[in-house]
């Protein structure tokens, strides 16, 4: 899956060398480190005004209204009334497998072959991708790299975003794998001379690589128990830590019958299953719940599907899956669109959710649907110090500037090659 991109890389640094930011990951935390009158919003919808948090080894000491500094051999961070929030975690990422939409040699995320368990996401992520820092401003510090291509893709894993390589930056690897389900909308391809394939039988096809990737898994399951094996198959091997739970499977669908579908798959292979897209998710809310399924809703700044939906319904579904007690997150597919992530919750934020309850979407929702909320999603005691500090709210575009951020304790810079090349043209212009 890796390409050599090196030359690439070299030639566009000789290129763009005057506006490419040279940042370093920052080192461990060395003493411990109080964060005084601030605004804490914990993540799990608690707020604590004028509040302390303090942290030591990368990880939450305390959080409270009365935490005083204990020690000589501390730093002290008087916010003066900033806002402190858990790091956003952006679940289904593209950032570090793709760098240069337009240029093949920078896009590692997709496989050839149809049906890639083995594949994983992990050892393709670029740690050095410019993008990175541009989520990192915006108070984004993990994400997950998601692999696409084919049906079953691979497996994705989660990173925190200051790191010397995909070793360093790995925060839970091969969490869950991707299964894609052919879309189930009875439209017709588009053709280069008006024709197409017929709805009838793109929805045939459609189905057939549903039945496909059924019988495989009903194969791997029955390779897992076999007591011993003939020969080692390595597709099938790559299920083993799915049907033990250990791993996840997303899959990736929208429409009502797409879902149900991916919930008849959790019933009959006992596997723990999350939607990724789930537009419609709102139809099907009880469903859902009945079954213990959790979404990621992707791109809420959309249109809706179906034509006869309201204009604004891609807002809306995130308070009417609160509403009935589906755990989900939010999502932007792609890469360098992640950094709205924090803004697009916002936007949900005003269409029925409450700002605490849009923040816990990109927070601690996140990091159990990714299972990692025992380590982080929240602001709370033994968690690690994923944080960011902005002077205003951090979901809404207009107020938020992120002074500072922290990832396991470690203060990380959040300069980025945009923020240059702006202080480099208001100086050209004497804007400064």
Known sequence: MKRNILLFSLAMGLHTASAQETISPAAPQDKPIYLTNATIHVGNGEVINNGTIAFSKGKITAVGGNVPAAGSDVTVV???????????????????????????????????????????????????????????????????????????????????????????????????????????????????????????????????????????????????????????????????RLFTKEQQLFIHCDLVKEMLIAVDFAKEFNVDVTIVGGTDAWLIADILKQNNVPVILAQPHSLPVMQDDDIDQPYKTAALLQKAGVLFCLSNEGFWQQRNLGFEAGTAGTYGLSKEEALTAVTLNAAKILGIDKITGSLETGKDANIAISTGDILDMKSSVVTKAFIQGREINLDNKQKQLYEKYEKKYGLK
């Not at 975690?89 to 793709?98: D, F, H, M, W, Y």
């Open 78 to 240: 008087d916010l003066k009334g900033q806002h402190v929030y858990p790091g956003i975690i952006a679940p289904e990422s593209k950032l570090g497998l793709v760098e240069f939409e337009s240029v093949r040699a920078t896009i590692d995320a997709k496989e050839v072959g149809e049906i890639n368990p083995s594949v994983r996401s992990i050892i393709a992520y670029n740690a050095d991708s410019k993008v990175i820092n541009t989520l990192r401003s915006n108070g984004i510090l993990l994400a997950q790299v998601t692999p696409e291509g084919g049906i079953i893709s691979g497996a994705s894993s989660v990173v925190q975003l200051d790191a010397w390589n995909w070793e360093d930056a790995a925060y839970k690897t091969d969490n869950a794998l991707h299964f894609y389900i052919p879309s189930l909308l009875p439209v017709a391809n588009e053709g280069r001379r008006g024709g197409g394939t017929p709805p009838a039988d793109r929805l045939k096809v459609a189905m057939e690589q549903i039945e496909n990737v059924r019988t495989f898994f009903r194969a791997a399951k029955a390779y897992q128990q076999e007591a011993k094996h003939a020969a080692t198959n390595l597709k099938f091997e790559s299920m083993r």
